[in-house]
């Protein structure tokens, strides 16, 4: 029943145009992340947290649906007041693209857990109060079919607002960086996060380009074979130490994991 609920989901996330974003990314000469082009990931979208009067970039996070948000379980607090923007580009600039949203509800999964981050389970949907009007800067990512994993060497890109290098600035503009996937035998050795990492999880980079705080709870952006591009994981953890460490890929929930939770909670709210 849950595949036949998945397949649905996935043929109207396809009616919608899933994956194929009007401005094309730059993905020829990413080597340890840079600008993205403008509007090219039109599906990421920037967690804000309220302090005080005024709104903050605290996470990434994925559209996955017309109304859906896919994002980190460890970026979300209880009490904590959100809102989504969509169609950003530059943090300090007002394009003309942003669309603002206030989230309705928050399902995290119900097995994550702050305390066992390498237990996994690193996963929240949020409904959004009403749709986003889909355009060249706003649009929805592909999710992959149950199971399926990347092969190792697979180039994805990891894209958000995080900190440029460990306690470095946050940047203004949305960055990309390339990111080869590791295959979870490679992953899971003793020097690399041995067993630390699960198989409900996906790494993906390992050398002088990874994640870092601030890009959580965003995609890793991988390109199927039809040409759409799929969210293949979602930001969990770095190396506690440095973002940027060798053999300490970023790993990533792994969205085929969790297909049918997705479903399932897209379909009940």
């Known amino acids: 029943m849950m595949q036949t609920l998945a397949l649905l989901l996935l043929q109207a996330a396809y009616v919608f145009g899933c994956g194929t974003p009007a401005v094309k990314p730059d993905i020829n000469r990413v080597v340890n992340g840079e600008d993205a082009r403008p509007h090219s990931w039109p599906w990421q979208i920037s967690l804000q947290v309220k302090h005080g009067s005024r709104f903050h970039h605290t996470c990434g996070g994925t559209l996955v649906g017309p109304r859906w948000v896919l994002t980190a379980g460890h970026c979300i607090w209880p009490g904590d007041v959100h809102r989504v923007v969509l169609g950003e580009h530059s943090m300090s600039v007002q394009e003309g693209t942003e669309q603002i949203r206030d989230v309705l509800r928050i399902v995290v999964h119900p097995k994550w857990d702050i305390d066992f981050v390498a237990d996994g389970n690193d996963l929240a949907l949020l409904k959004l109060d009403k749709s986003p009007i889909l355009s060249d800067s706003v649009g929805v990512a592909c999710l992959p079919e149950a199971g399926e994993i990347p092969a190792h060497g697979t180039p994805c890109y990891i894209s ?6 460990t306690h470095g600035p946050m940047p203004d503009k949305l960055q990309q960086a390339l990111l080869p996937v590791v295959e979870h035998s490679v992953c899971s050795r003793s020097d690399w996060w041995g067993i630390n990492v699960k198989s409900t999880m996906i790494c993906a980079g ?3 380009v990874s994640g870092c705080n601030g890009d959580s709870g965003g995609p890793l952006n991988c390109l199927g074979q039809d040409g759409r591009w799929y969210v293949q994981g979602v930001t969990s953890f770095v190396s506690s130490r440095v973002c ?17 939770w997705l479903s399932e909670v897209m379909l009940k709210y």
């Open 206 to 208: 390992g050398d002088i």
């Open 244 to 260: 940027n460490e060798v053999k300490k890929p970023t790993v990533f929930t792994r969205t085929s994991a969790f297909t049918d």
């Open 160 to 165: 958000g607002w995080g900190n440029l290098y």
